[in-house]
């Protein structure tokens, strides 16, 4: 919250020397990511790799087939069908979401047609926890019994009743459904742009997280209230495309690569982040919430 | 998170037939607000309303003087001195802040005068719990030992310490500092546009929250990572002026009411947010966030 980061810079560089002492062996987090061993980090999978291409930019999203494996088939024929192609942005409500797909989905005279895709999926809304590796977070919260990361995303489990889900955490992706509970297809996407919804959890199927492109979706002007969706086709954003990576010329594709969650490496991450120790934080907070748990991406080194 | 809110009306409208049975008193949160008596609500005070004017609209913070007594008295002097005329946002770093005030702050040679306002606060981080009207929540938090609402502001509490203190959620306005803690001026001014970066609380002055036009800030094209500061000043979104509310004549001030948090309707809103009966969610959440809920704002009936 410093004015400035030079001003950050120079405090860091000073604190030991002026706290007279040995410093304790606190890094901050791009010290802990330079100091990874490579093997910490894991290549972005293409074919999990889902590429939404706006006229400002593109935003990546790795998907999730290990909780929602239906849904995630199913985007991938959509996106292989051009389904996206042409679609809009047409919702996007302040400190609540980003919503895409078609926005006629409700008018069955003029939506889109499916194509090969399925029409109607199951709830994916949980899965079994057995068989999922979970690196629990030791911090309490309030929405589940315990929480933590699987397959990279924030996630929860309650172990008594055997049971693991993704969690709503900003720049989560998830399929828009209607009242009932099997009505999402795949074709209507949202992303988290504000507080943690985590009243969502196990009430919507959940399908991945932008892992980069993020501030396109976020800066968007935001439609009225109180659901934010733009009634004006005017103020639609235009989706170029929605494509999976591997669909995409090697050469076109992101390098990307993600910071593995079960490391010592994140371990000491998220605990730099409970207790902030970098002289600017009189009182580290002893704490840190699923949905403030940085999961790092970087460009894949050459 | 329905595709469109007609169809939410629908199902609304049916549930209670479709269920064959007496429904419970459930009401969703625009029925209980247009159900409270008028004594529920109370006018923003101008005395304690700051208008943040931009090319795009207003931005209407209501200050926290029961919390941050000199920095809003020392905000109030810098406004009615005219500090942040052709002032800018020089900040929108994704998913943490906007900040605005002088872009300028950390070089003397070219720094705005700060007039006759004060240029040494203490830090104001918390107060004295002893004599404050405190709504408490009865959720757990993970962040402080309790949690929940003091003039109309969300807030926690220590009771063993006897502290109490306000919390970074969306659309908490702070007072940016530099690494000492009582380098703050009001001056440099952050707005929270992302989840909430609750590490902060008790870490820096809190002064106010946006009750109206969060979205001209949290849609601001952000700057570059890792801290969003916009370097190259053609990208500065300039601000026309900040003043108190009472320094413009009536005919220009915003007539807006905040819901009071005391109150049995806003008992009666958390609860419908705790626990969402309205035919979507197929599992009540039984649990809310401190940042979750909602603090009403609307427009003075006539």
């Known amino acids: 919250m410093r004015l400035r980061p030079s001003l950050l810079a120079c405090a860091l560089l000073l604190a030991p020397a002026l706290a007279g002492a040995e410093p304790p062996p606190y890094r901050g987090m791009q010290e802990i990511l330079d100091a990874a061993p490579a093997g910490d980090w894991r290549e972005l999978d293409p074919e999990r790799t889902l590429y939404l291409e706006l006229e400002a930019g593109r935003v990546v999203i790795e998907l999730a087939p290990g909780f929602a ?56 809304f949980e899965r079994d926890a057995a068989g999922l590796d979970f690196d629990a977070l030791p911090d309490a919260d309030g929405w589940a019994p315990e929480v933590g990361f699987a397959d990279g995303f924030p996630a929860a489990r309650d172990p008594a009743a055997g049971k693991a889900w993704l969690a709503h955490c900003y720049g989560m992706v998830g399929a828009a459904r209607d009242m009932a509970p099997d009505t999402s297809t795949g074709g209507e996407l949202y992303v988290v742009i504000g507080q943690a919804p985590r009243q969502l959890d196990r009430n919507i199927t959940l399908v991945g997280r932008v892992v980069q492109g993020m501030e396109l979706l976020s800066s968007l002007p935001r439609g009225p209230e109180p659901m934010g969706f733009l009634e004006d086709p005017a103020r639609w954003v235009p989706i170029r495309a929605v494509r999976l990576a591997a669909s995409v010329p090697e050469a076109g594709r992101e390098r990307l690569q993600l910071l593995r969650t079960g490391t010592a490496t994140f371990r000491e991450l998220v605990e730099s982040r409970r207790n902030r120790r970098d002289g600017f934080y009189v009182r580290p907070a002893g704490h840190i919430d699923l949905c403030n748990v940085p999961l790092p991406v970087r460009r894949a080194p050459d």
């Open 69 to 124: 494996p239906e849904h995630v088939a199913n985007i991938r024929t959509l996106a292989a069908g051009g389904f996206w192609d042409g679609a809009h942005v047409y919702r996007v409500q302040d400190n609540f979401v980003v919503q895409f797909g078609d926005a006629h989905a409700d008018d069955p005279a003029r939506a889109r047609p499916l194509g090969s895709a399925r029409t109607k999926l199951p709830a994916e």
